[in-house]
C-alpha cells in the first residue's frame, strides 16, 4: 500500500487526485503543515525540502520502496505505475503538464499568498498576481477552446493545473471570463476520482 503524505492544498490534491483516478491501493498520513508537522525528522527523510505531497511505496520498480517528493514527480511515477493511462506517450502531455506544474501553480500560488494568507495588505502584489492569474486562465481558455482536455484524453497534463484552478478560480475570482475553463473544471470536478480526492480521509 502507497502512503500518501498529504495536507489539504492546491499540490497535495495533485498527488491524491492521481492515485485516486489510478485506482492504487494508498492511505493519507496527514502532515499539518498549518502546524510545522513537515519538519519532522521522520518526514525529512522522505521529502527533504520540508513540502507536501511525498509518497511511499513499499513495492516500486523491482520490488524496492520507493520514496518520492515533488508533485509532479509523484504524478509521473504513479502514472507509469497503473499503466500509463494518465500519461501518454505524447510532448503535449509534457508540455501542459509542466505548464501547470512549473508555471501555472507557483503564480497561482503567489495570488492566493496576497490575498489570502500575506497578513498585511499589499495592493501592487494584489494587483500584480490578480492580472497574472487572469491572463493565465487566458491562455488556458484559448487552449481548451479547441481541446477538450489539455492534451487528448484526460492525463495528468489536467491534474497538474486542475487544483489552482479550483481553488483561485471556481472558489476565487469566478470562471465566468473563462467559459471553456469553465467547461473543463466542470467536467473534472464531475469526475468520481476527484470527488473522492477533494472528500474525506
Ligand atoms: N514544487 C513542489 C511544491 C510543494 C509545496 O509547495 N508544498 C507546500 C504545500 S502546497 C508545502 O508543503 N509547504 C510547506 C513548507 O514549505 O514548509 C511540488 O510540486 O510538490
Not at 511525498?54 to 502514472?79: F, M, N, Q, W
Not at 499503466?83 to 503567489?110: H, I, K, M, N, R
Not at 471570463?177 to 480521509?201: L, M, T
Request: charged letters at 25%; one cysteine or more; hydrophobic letters at 40%.
Amino acid at each position: 500500500m502507497i502512503d500518501l503524505y498529504f495536507w489539504t492544498t492546491d499540490n497535495g490534491y495533485k498527488a491524491r487526485q492521481a492515485v485516486e483516478e489510478t485506482g492504487l491501493d494508498y492511505r493519507v498520513v496527514p502532515v499539518n503543515i498549518r502546524q510545522k508537522e513537515q519538519f519532522d525528522p521522520e518526514f525529512l527523510k522522505i521529502s527533504p525540502g520540508h513540502k507536501i505531497p511525498a509518497i511511499v511505496d513499499p513495492d516500486g520498480p523491482g520490488g524496492r520502496r520507493v520514496t518520492l517528493c515533488e508533485s509532479g514527480a509523484i504524478l509521473k511515477y504513479l502514472a507509469r505505475k497503473a499503466g500509463g493511462a494518465l500519461y501518454p506517450d505524447d510532448p503535449a502531455v509534457d508540455q501542459w503538464f509542466f505548464f501547470g506544474t512549473s508555471t501555472f501553480t507557483p503564480l497561482a500560488q503567489q495570488f492566493g499568498l496576497f490575498f489570502q494568507r500575506f497578513g498585511s495588505d499589499v495592493p501592487p502584489a494584489k494587483a500584480h498576481y490578480d492580472a497574472v492569474l487572469r491572463d493565465l486562465l487566458g491562455v488556458f481558455d484559448r487552449h481548451l477552446a479547441d481541446n477538450e482536455y489539455f492534451a487528448g484524453g484526460y492525463s495528468i497534463a489536467d491534474i497538474s493545473s486542475y487544483p489552482d484552478v479550483h481553488i483561485h478560480g471556481a472558489n476565487g475570482i469566478g470562471l465566468d471570463a473563462w467559459p471553456n475553463v469553465k467547461r473543463w473544471h466542470d467536467a473534472i470536478e464531475a469526475r468520481p476520482a476527484v470527488q473522492r480526492a477533494w472528500g474525506d480521509y
